[in-house]
């Protein structure tokens, strides 16, 4: 079956950096696009980064865009989310999810079907 680990959270001060990793398993990862989402106590899951199979095209959100950035290594199973200049309100849960169909775009309106357990990161100020 699909299994996504992440890791690489941890706790930051505002304006400092992180990399979030997502080792993936069970599946032709190559074929898939993946995605980063977080949650924030109290709030709903929201959509932060995509990368499209291959790596050739990606989206982010607005309140991320010009400080992360998201990328992947086909051979190691692997997608990355750098996280730099934080912002104590990027405090949340950060999920790495997997599209639910191959060959798709870098997209937050893919239909993401797997989830990670999720890796903490907390930015004080």
């Known amino acids: 079956q699909v299994q996504l680990v992440e890791s690489g959270g941890g706790l930051v001060q505002a304006g400092g950096s992180l990399r979030l990793s997502c080792a993936a398993s069970g599946l032709t990862f190559s074929m898939y696009a993946m995605g980063w989402f977080r949650q924030a106590p109290g709030k709903e899951r929201e959509f932060v980064a995509a990368i499209s199979w291959g790596g050739g095209n990606t989206d982010y959100a607005d309140s991320v865009k010009g400080r992360f950035t998201i990328s992947r290594d086909d051979a190691k199973k692997t997608v990355y989310l750098q996280m730099n200049s934080l912002k104590p309100e990027d405090t949340a849960v950060y999920y790495c999810?997997?599209?639910?169909?191959?060959w798709g775009p870098g997209s937050r309106r893919n239909e993401y079907e797997y989830y990670g357990q999720g890796t903490q990161v907390t930015v004080s100020s």
């Open positions: 999810a997997v599209d639910g169909v191959p």
